[in-house]
Nanobody, 120 residues
Framework: QVQLVESGGGLVQAGGSLRLSCAASTSTLRLNRAAWYRQAPGQQRELVAGVNRRGSSEYPDSVKGRFTISRDSAKNTVYLQMDSLKPEDTAIYYC??????????????WGQGTQVTVSS
């Protein structure tokens, strides 16, 4: 079964940085569109970064200038670099992606989530 495996979450002080990774557990399907979402307790899941198949990225105003999404096609991995972290960035972060192969696709695949906690 194709999975997105996330890593890199943890506890960091306000102003610090973390880098999240999301690796596809397959070499036959390639990451296409990808995005990072987050969900804080009692809140709806929200988009924090997205990158389309052409490499264009988008961010909400709440993280623009602080978060950067990138991809390494050779490693079939997408990253989220988070700088200048704030306590309000505390949430579970989820990777979401479409995976494309030569004969089939897997759309809207979700990772298991990784906890990010920012202390003040």
């Amino acid at each position: 079964q194709v999975q997105l495996v996330e890593s890199g979450g943890g506890l960091v002080q306000a102003g610090g940085s973390l880098r999240l990774s999301c690796a596809a557990s397959t070499s036959t399907l390639r990451l296409n569109r990808a995005a990072w979402y987050r969900q804080a307790p009692g809140q709806q899941r929200e988009l924090v970064a997205g990158v389309n198949r052409r490499g264009s990225s988008e961010y909400p105003d709440s993280v623009k200038g602080r978060f950067t999404i990138s991809r390494d096609s050779a490693k079939n991995t997408v990253y989220l670099q988070m700088d200048s972290l704030k306590p309000e960035d505390t949430a579970i972060y989820y990777c979401n992606a479409d995976l494309i192969g030569s004969t089939y696709v897997k759309l809207d695949v979700w990772g298991q989530g990784t906890q990010v906690t920012v202390s003040s």
